[in-house]
C-alpha cells in the first residue's frame, strides 16, 4: 500500500459530495486493500478461539450430534412425525443443520464483531468491515467442519455423494451473503443497541423450527406459505438438494433468493461503509 | 495548501452529546440518514448535544512537531481522533497529506491470548502493514520492544511494561509519514522513555510531522517545535512551545480561585491548617515565579488543643504528581516545647525555587511528635506556576554556569 503522496480529505456527508461512483470505487478498493486484515484477524479469532480448550474444533460438532440425536429420539419414539426422507433422516438432519449453521452462527459472530472488538475500534482507524467479515469466516470453519462429519455419515449409511457436490460452493455463496448483509447491519446496529445480540439469539432459534431444516418442507399449511416467501428457506433447500439429490427441487425459487443476496449484500455493504464511522462515535 | 503543509485543519468541530438515551437516538438517526445517502445536517446542534471542538484551525508542516497541551476534557484526544480519521469532523474540513500512524492508545487490538509474535502481526496489519513488510521489520520491533523470551508467550502474562514497548514498537515501525501520539510516553521506565525519544528524534530528522498530546510540559517543551493549548473545545493559543506553554501555565493558576478542587485532607485537626500563601522576595504574594526565584511559604496554624513537639512539614508536587521536594521541621532538629489551645503561629519556609517550567502544588502538614500521626494534612492546598526563561529539561533547575576551556591553541598557516 503506497500511501506517500497520497491526500485525504475528511468532512461531513464526505461520500455525498464525492458522487455516487466515486464513492462505490472508494469501498471497493478500501475492501480489497483490507484483504490481508481480514485473513489476520480471522486467523486471531480462530486460534485464540481454541487456544485453551481441550476439544478445540471438536466443539463445532457438539451441538449439531445433539441437536440431531434428540429429533432422530423424537422421531424413532413416535413423538414427533417427520415424514419420509430421501436419505436416511441422521444423515438428512445434519446436513439440514450444517446448512443452517452457516447462517445462524454467522449472524450471531458477525452482531458481536464489532462491540467485541473492544477498544481498537475507537482508538484505530482501519476498514471495520474487516472484523465483520473475519469473524463471518468463524462459520464457514464449523461448517467446513460439520461438512466433514456429513461426509462420513455418507460413507457409513453407504450413499454415493452426488458430482454436484463440487459446485456445493457456489450454491452456498448466496447463503454466506445473505448472512454477511444482515450481519453487516445487526452489528451496525448493535453498537447503538445491545439489544440486537439477544433479538439475533432468539431469532435463529426460533427460524430453525419455522424453516424446514430439520424436517423436509411441508407442502401444505401456514409454515410452507411462510417459507415461499423467505428466501432463507430456499436457499437452505437448495443447498441440500445440491448436497443430497443433485438437483434443485425448486430451481426458480433459489434463483429469486440468491438474487435478494446478493442486492441484500451490496445494499449493506454500502450502509455500513457510509455510516461506519458513527460506530466510534457510539460503542 | 502549501506544499510542505501536511495537515490542514481549517474550522474543525465536533459535537458530543451527554445523554445515553440522545446518544442512541441520534446515533441511529445519524446513521440512517447516511446509509440512505442524505446529509446528516451535523452543522446542527440537536438537544443535549454540545460542541467538544469548536472551530479549530491549524496547519502542520512537514519536519514539524506539534504539541497539544490542556486540561482533560479539553478535546485534545478528540483533536487527534478526528485527524486519524477515527470520527469525522462536523462542521470544517480536515486534509492530510500522506501516511498517518497514530498511537491513541498502546496495544489496542491486542489479544491477550495470542503470543507476542502472534499480536506483532495481527496489530500490524490493523496498523496497515502487509506480512511482507512486517516480516522484514520483525526483528527490529522484537529488539525495540525488548521482550526476550517472552515474544512466544501470551501477552496476557506480560508485564504492563513489556505491553506497552511492544504497542509502541509496531506502530513506530509502520514507517508513517505523520504521527499522532496521545500520552503514551508517560508509561514504561526511564530506559524505554529514552528509547522512545530517540526513535521520535529520528522521525523528526526524517522530515516527518508529529502531533503530539501530553500533559508533561517539559516532554512538550523539550521535544516540539510548536504547541497548541486546547481549551474547552477551541484553540487558545498556537505557536513556539515556550510561549504557549508560559500562557497555559499563567491560565491554570487564574482559573484557580473559579474552580481549584482541594484535594484530600486527614488528621484530626486538634491543630489546623487556616491558611497558605506564596511571598516573593520583596514579600509581595505570588502564583507564577521565575525558576531560581527566592520565595517564602508561609503557613498559618492554630492549635485548639495543646500539642507537644509538633512537626510542620511541607511537600512539593509536580503536574504529574511527581514528588519533586519535600521537608520538615523534624528532619532540622527543631523541637518547640508545647503550644497550648488557642495558640496560633506561622511556619515560614524560605527557599528557592530551582524547578523547571510546571504547575506545582505544596501539601503543607502538621504531625505528632513522632512523626506519624497528623494532626492536619491537606493536599494541593496551595498551587503555583514556575516560568523559565532560560530552557531546561527534567524535572530540577540546577542552574550550572558552564565553561569551555581550551587546552593547547591550534595554529592554522
Known amino acids: 500500500m503506497d500511501n506517500i503522496g497520497h491526500k485525504t480529505v475528511y468532512e461531513p456527508d464526505r461520500f455525498i459530495k464525492m458522487g455516487s461512483f466515486a464513492s462505490w470505487k472508494e469501498m471497493a478498493i478500501s475492501l480489497f486493500q483490507s484483504r490481508e486484515l481480514i485473513w489476520r484477524l480471522f486467523v486471531r479469532d480462530f486460534s485464540a478461539k481454541y487456544r485453551q480448550s481441550l476439544l478445540g474444533i471438536l466443539w463445532a460438532l457438539l451441538n449439531p450430534i445433539i441437536t440431531v440425536g434428540i429429533f432422530v429420539f423424537l422421531n424413532r419414539a413416535g413423538i414427533l412425525n417427520i415424514g419420509e426422507t430421501s436419505v436416511p433422516y441422521p444423515v438428512f438432519a445434519l446436513i439440514g443443520l450444517s446448512i443452517y ?9 458477525c452482531s458481536n464483531s464489532i462491540i467485541g472488538a473492544g477498544s481498537m475500534v475507537v482508538k484505530i482507524n482501519f476498514p471495520k468491515i474487516s472484523l465483520v467479515i473475519a469473524s463471518m469466516g468463524q462459520s464457514v470453519v464449523d461448517f467446513l467442519v460439520r461438512l466433514a462429519l456429513v461426509i462420513i455419515l455418507f460413507i457409513i449409511y453407504g450413499i454415493a455423494p452426488q458430482w454436484t457436490f463440487l459446485i456445493f460452493p457456489f450454491t452456498v455463496l448466496p447463503l454466506v451473503l445473505l448472512t454477511l448483509g444482515l450481519g453487516l447491519i445487526l452489528s451496525l446496529l448493535a453498537g447503538v443497541f445491545r439489544d440486537v445480540i439477544h433479538l439475533v439469539s432468539f431469532f435463529t432459534t426460533l427460524f430453525l423450527f419455522m424453516m424446514p431444516v430439520l424436517y423436509p418442507a411441508p407442502q401444505a399449511g401456514i409454515f410452507a406459505a411462510l417459507n415461499a416467501w423467505n428466501p432463507l428457506a430456499h436457499l437452505i433447500i437448495g443447498c441440500r438438494d445440491i448436497l443430497i439429490s443433485g438437483r434443485f427441487s425448486d430451481p426458480q425459487s433459489f434463483l429469486w433468493a440468491s438474487v435478494f443476496s446478493v442486492l441484500m449484500f451490496l445494499t449493506s455493504w454500502r450502509i455500513f461503509f457510509l455510516s461506519e464511522h458513527r460506530i466510534a462515535e457510539r460503542v | 495548501m502549501t506544499n510542505d503543509t501536511v495537515i490542514k485543519v481549517e474550522n474543525v468541530s465536533k459535537k458530543y452529546c451527554r445523554e445515553l438515551k440522545h446518544t442512541m437516538l441520534y446515533g441511529i438517526q445519524d ?9 446528516s445536517r451535523s452543522e446542527r446542534l440537536r438537544d443535549g448535544e454540545f460542541w467538544a471542538l469548536d472551530a479549530v484551525s491549524f496547519e502542520v508542516k512537514k519536519g514539524e512537531t506539534l504539541g497539544i497541551i490542556g486540561a482533560n476534557g479539553s478535546g485534545k484526544t478528540t483533536l487527534l481522533k478526528l485527524l486519524n480519521g477515527i470520527f469525522m469532523p462536523d462542521k470544517g474540513r480536515i486534509e492530510i497529506s500522506g501516511k498517518v500512524g497514530a498511537l ?72 508513517p509519514d505523520i504521527l499522532l501520539i496521545d500520552e503514551v510516553l508517560a508509561v514504561g521506565d526511564e530506559g524505554f522513555r529514552r528509547k522512545c525519544m530517540s526513535k521520535l528524534n529520528e522521525f523528526k530528522g526524517a522530515e516527518k510531522a508529529i502531533v503530539l498530546v501530553s500533559h508533561s510540559m517539559e516532554l512538550i517543551q523539550g521535544f516540539c517545535n510548536r504547541a497548541a493549548w486546547v481549551d474547552a473545545g477551541v484553540i487558545k493559543d498556537i505557536g513556539t512551545s515556550a510561549n504557549v506553554i508560559d500562557n497555559y501555565l499563567r491560565h491554570v493558576v487564574d482559573i484557580r480561585q473559579t474552580a481549584e478542587k482541594r484535594g484530600r485532607r486527614w488528621g484530626n485537626r486538634d491543630a489546623e491548617i487556616t491558611d497558605i500563601r506564596l511571598f516573593d522576595s520583596e514579600g509581595k504574594e505570588v502564583e507564577i515565579i521565575e525558576s531560581g526565584d527566592k520565595t517564602l511559604i508561609a503557613v498559618q496554624v492554630r492549635f485548639k488543643k495543646n500539642a507537644e513537639n509538633p512537626i510542620f512539614g511541607l511537600l512539593l508536587r509536580n503536574s504529574e504528581g511527581a514528588w519533586v521536594y519535600g521537608t520538615n521541621t523534624m528532619w532540622h532538629d527543631m523541637k518547640f516545647g508545647t503550644f497550648h489551645a488557642g495558640e496560633e503561629v506561622t511556619v515560614t519556609f524560605r527557599q ?31 498551587r503555583f506556576s514556575v516560568t523559565s526563561s532560560k530552557r531546561v529539561v527534567g524535572i530540577s533547575n540546577l542552574d550550572s554556569s558552564i565553561s569551555v576551556q581550551r587546552k593547547t591553541t591550534m595554529q592554522t598557516r
Open chain 2, 31 to 39: 446513521i440512517a440518514k447516511n446509509a440512505i445517502g442524505l446529509s
Open chain 2, 104 to 175: 491513541i492508545e498502546v496495544g489496542a487490538g491486542f489479544h491477550p491470548m495470542l503470543t507476542g509474535r502472534e499480536n506483532i502481526y495481527v496489530n500490524g496489519a490493523i496498523l496497515g502493514m502487509s506480512k511482507k513488510e512486517i516480516d522484514k521489520k520483525f526483528d527490529d520491533i522484537v529488539n525495540f520492544a525488548d521482550i526476550g523470551d517472552f515474544i512466544d508467550s501470551p501477552v496476557k502474562h506480560y508485564s504492563s511494561g513489556m505491553y506497552v514497548r511492544l504497542g509502541f514498537a509496531v506502530a513506530v515501525h509502520c514507517e
Open chain 2, 352 to 382: 528557592r525555587m530551582y524547578l523547571v517550567a510546571d504547575v506545582y502544588y505544596v501539601d503543607p502538614s502538621i504531625a505528632y511528635s513522632d512523626g506519624i500521626t497528623s494532626y492536619d494534612w491537606q493536599e494541593n492546598a496551595l
Open chain 1, 101 to 109: 449453521g452457516i447462517f445462524a452462527t454467522g449472524l450471531s459472530v
